[in-house]
């Protein structure tokens, strides 16, 4: 079986995590998020790497819930396991680029919003799509969202639901690049370099600093959101709507 | 509101595809192509669709809307689905 999150170094101190579970498009599994939540603390525990460059695959970064995991949450009472995600990337204890050449919808641009240096292509979508399936935001996203997009963009997204191509960020929002999707690993290369050549200690300890505000705005937002979660996963109409309005990237 | 016509239902396909892909200006638009021929990739097509969708109010479900080749195969279905819905009011 290939291994859904693969981990390699060719620059010294710089770690390539891809997410490459081709089967479900890189949506949330049970399995993939236990691989994912693996390999952060793998890589984290590892005092040689210095950054970390967060891939997937070239169509698609990462889809969020896969559909069935929704359907659980929405018929029983089981817990969303990929909050816990948002939390393990935040503790990554160094920098980590989101190298997003494909789609982020839903949880998935909630996990990007975990990184530290955010870039997007140009042709690829970007959304939260949430509301369409009759659910509010989670893994933290009603804040962290706003934090990279401005109130207002975050606001129409989140109501929207929305899929936007990379494009529409360019000049609206503080994400660090836009580029050609060709371009996008280069650039996450070119940056990991640059930050590699300093000493762990020291980006350890600025890491720990500079990612206060994102951790704070996560703690913050998962006890507001788990309410919303429970108003909303309890009404009949829900679970109908996420098999109806999810959308799967082909 | 009147069903619309299929050219204006494939003129508003077409608004949102332009909308959708601004690198669309290149690209001759020909009904008889798919989206995807024309540059546009899964989620593009999702967007350009349920925006149409939303105009003429009506809704195709999903798996009825993965069969389609091309999109006058679409501007078919949305124009028979209005009528429908138009017939059943």
């Known amino acids: 079986m290939t291994d859904t999150v693969t981990m390699t170094s060719e620059d010294e101190g710089v770690v390539v995590m891809t997410m490459q579970d081709v089967p479900n498009r890189n949506a949330f599994t049970e399995p993939f998020v236990d691989r994912l939540l693996e390999r952060f603390r793998e890589a984290s525990e590892d005092r040689e790497n210095r950054v970390i460059i967060l891939r997937g695959l070239e169509d698609i970064w990462c889809a969020g819930a896969h559909q069935d995991l929704l359907l659980e949450l929405a018929e029983g009472d089981m817990d969303a396991g990929d909050i816990l995600l948002s939390k393990a990337l935040l503790d990554v204890p160094i920098p980590v680029i989101a190298a997003m050449e494909g789609h982020a919808i839903g949880g998935g641009l909630a996990l990007a919003l975990c990184c530290d240096v955010l870039i997007m292509a140009r042709e690829s979508r970007y959304g939260c799509s949430f509301m369409n399936m009759g659910f509010t935001p989670g893994m933290g996203i009603t804040r962290l969202l706003q934090d990279a997009v401005g109130e207002y963009i975050a606001k129409e997204m989140m109501f929207g639901g929305q899929l936007f191509r990379g494009t529409h960020f360019e000049s609206r929002s503080g994400v660090n690049y836009v580029l050609r999707k060709s371009k996008v690993f280069w650039k996450a290369q070119q940056l990991a370099r640059r930050m590699a050549e300093k000493p762990r200690f020291a980006l350890e300890t600025l890491k720990g600093d500079l990612s206060i505000r994102q951790r704070q705005a996560f703690e913050l937002t998962r006890t507001r959101e788990s309410h919303m979660h429970r108003l909303c996963f309890g009404r009949p109409e829900t679970a109908a709507r996420i098999r109806e309005n999810y959308t799967k990237p082909t | 509101m009147p069903v619309p016509s299929k ?56 798996a009825e809307l993965s069969k389609l080749d091309n999109v006058t195969q679409l501007v078919d279905m949305l124009h028979a689905t209005a009528l429908e819905k138009e017939a059943a009011a």
């Open chain 2, 7 to 62: 050219q204006e239902i494939i003129d508003i396909v077409k608004e949102h595809l332009m909308d959708n892909l601004e690198d669309m200006d290149d690209v001759e638009f020909d009904p008889d192509k798919s989206m995807k021929d024309m540059g546009a990739n899964s989620l593009d097509i999702v967007e350009v669709v349920s925006c149409t969708m939303r105009d003429l109010k009506v809704k195709v479900p999903r």
